[in-house]
C-alpha cells in the first residue's frame, strides 16, 4: 500500500470517529498525519476491547482476546519490517513511518495493548495501586506521544503528562461509573469499598447510594490531587500545544465538577460537557496562564 494512502485512511478514521484523539486538533500541520496513525491504531485496537456490548452479535472475550493478540503481532511483525495482515495494512504502513520520523518506542504501543486487553480480562480492581499502573498504560502512553511528537524527552514534561493523562482516566472512570458497571466493570478500588460501606448492589442500583456518593467524592479528591502535579506543564509548551493541554486540564476538571454538582451520582446519569460548557472552557484557556 502507498505511504500517501495509508495515512489518507488514517485521517479520515480520525474526522469521522464520535471521539476526538486528545490533542489532535491543534496540531501543527506537518505533525497531522502521524497524530491520525497512532489515533487510528489505538482506536482500532480499543474496539476490539470495547466496542458491541449490547449488540446481539457482540464478541466474545476469547474473540476479543484473539483480535488483540493479532494486532499486538501484527505491531511486531511491522516493527520488524515484516508483512502484516492486509485489512490492516494501512494502519501499520502509516504507523512504521511515524514510528521512524519521530522515534517512537515500541514500548507505548505494546503499553496500550496490554491495557485494552486488561479491559477485556480484568473486572475488579482491589487497590489504588492497580488503577494507577493501568491508567500508566491506557492513559500515560497518549501523553508521552504528544510530548515526542513535538520533541519534549525530558522526565519532567513526562511526569507532569503522565500525572495529567492519569487524572483524565480517572475522571473518565468517575464519570463512567453505571456506563462500566453495565459492561461488567468497576474501576473504584475495592479497599474504597468497604472504607465507605459500598457493595456490589450500590453499583447495580439506579441510584447511587450515600456511601457510594462518598466514596466518589473521595475519588474526586484524589483525582484533584493528580491534576494539580500537572497544571504547570502548559507553560513549558510552545502555542498551540499549550492551549491544548490547558484545555484538556480544565476540561478534566469540568467533568469533576460536574460529578459533584450532580451529587456524585453517576449512576443515574453520566455527566457531560455541552457546546456552551466546551466554548466557555477555550475562553478560559485561551485567557488564562
Excluded at 446519569?269 to 466554548?279: F, I, M, N, V
Aim: hydrophobic share 45%; with cysteine; proline share 6%.
Amino acid at each position: 500500500m502507498q505511504l500517501a494512502e495509508a495515512y489518507a485512511r488514517c485521517l479520515a478514521l480520525t474526522r469521522a470517529h464520535y471521539e476526538n484523539f486528545p490533542v489532535a486538533c491543534l496540531v501543527p500541520r506537518r505533525l497531522q498525519p502521524a497524530v491520525a496513525a497512532i489515533y487510528a491504531f489505538a482506536r482500532t485496537a480499543d474496539d476490539f476491547a470495547d466496542e458491541d456490548y449490547d449488540t446481539p452479535a457482540a464478541p466474545t472475550v476469547a474473540e476479543r482476546l484473539d483480535r488483540l493478540r493479532a494486532f499486538d503481532a501484527a505491531l511486531l511483525a511491522s516493527d520488524r519490517g515484516e508483512p502484516v495482515p492486509t485489512a490492516w495494512e494501512w494502519i501499520f504502513t502509516a504507523l512504521a513511518d511515524a514510528r521512524r520520523q519521530h522515534d517512537l518506542p515500541l514500548s507505548l504501543f505494546r503499553d496500550l495493548l496490554s491495557a485494552f486487553t486488561q479491559d477485556v480480562t480484568v473486572r475488579r480492581y482491589a487497590v489504588l495501586a492497580d488503577v494507577l499502573d493501568y491508567c500508566r498504560r491506557s492513559a500515560n502512553p497518549v501523553g508521552r506521544l504528544v510530548l515526542l511528537l513535538h520533541g519534549f524527552r525530558d522526565d519532567t514534561r513526562f511526569a507532569a503528562s503522565d500525572a495529567i493523562c492519569t487524572a483524565l482516566q480517572l475522571a473518565n472512570f468517575w464519570q463512567d461509573i453505571g456506563v462500566d458497571w453495565r459492561k461488567g466493570r468497576v474501576y473504584v478500588p475495592e479497599e474504597d469499598w468497604a472504607a465507605h460501606g459500598v457493595t456490589a448492589a450500590d453499583f447495580a442500583a439506579p441510584t447511587a447510594s450515600p456511601g457510594l456518593r462518598a466514596c466518589v467524592r473521595f475519588q474526586i479528591e484524589r483525582t484533584r490531587q493528580l491534576f494539580a502535579l500537572g497544571r504547570a506543564l502548559p507553560r513549558s509548551l510552545p502555542f498551540p500545544l499549550s492551549l491544548e493541554i490547558r484545555l484538556t486540564w480544565f476540561g478534566g476538571n469540568a467533568i469533576l465538577d460536574q460529578i459533584l454538582a450532580q451529587d456524585c451520582d453517576t449512576l443515574r446519569a453520566r455527566p457531560a460537557l455541552r457546546t456552551g460548557d466546551k466554548a466557555r472552557l477555550l475562553l478560559r484557556a485561551l485567557f488564562t496562564r
